[in-house]
């Protein structure tokens, strides 16, 4: 009964492999430390506690962060384009809860749940950040 439990244990091990063929394509992004603390009293966010509206605030994580309000929640993307080598073309523009990418392709992603959107069905989502509520001010961070 051991020897079928370490057999077993064996297997499904050596069946997990950290070089999946999704991550090996999604190789673009720094892990950068982010920690953003923003003020919801400040005028450049008034439009973020309504739902369905997005701001970008640039100089943090690869290009930039942004963040979406679903209503319910906060969520902070990276404003980089996770299936681009960063280059000019290749930050986000939020509009409501999508963001596209300036290149010619013009990547869509949600900003609730991160996946591209249309026909395409790119590898690489989003990259997600951690957001607090404490009060008015939001922190964002990994």
Same mark, same amino acid.
């Given at each position: 009964?051991?020897?079928?439990? +370490?057999? @077993?244990?064996? $297997? @499904? ?19 950068? &430390?982010?920690?953003?603390? $923003?003020?919801?009293?400040?005028? =450049?966010?008034? =439009? ?8 970008? $605030?640039?100089?943090? &994580?690869?290009?930039? $962060? ?31 809860? %999508? &963001?596209?990418? &300036? +290149? %010619?392709?013009k990547n869509k992603y949600s900003l609730v749940t991160g996946q591209s959107l ?25």
């Open positions: 009964m051991k020897s079928v439990s +370490c057999l @077993i244990a064996l $297997i @499904i091990l050596s069946s997990c492999s950290k070089n999946s063929p999704n991550n090996e394509n999604c190789k673009f992004l720094l892990d950068l &430390g982010v920690n953003v603390n $923003i003020n919801l009293s400040l005028p =450049q966010y008034s =439009q973020l506690p309504f739902a369905g509206n997005s701001v970008y $605030i640039p100089n943090a &994580g690869n290009a930039g $962060i942004i963040v979406a309000s679903t209503g319910a929640d906060f969520l902070a993307w990276d404003a980089s384009d996770p299936n681009h080598a960063p280059n000019a073309c290749s930050a986000l523009t939020p509009t409501g809860l %999508e &963001g596209t990418c &300036g +290149c %010619e392709d249309g026909s395409n069905n790119l590898p690489c989502s989003l990259k997600n950040y951690r957001v607090e509520k404490n009060g008015n001010n939001l922190l964002i961070f990994n």
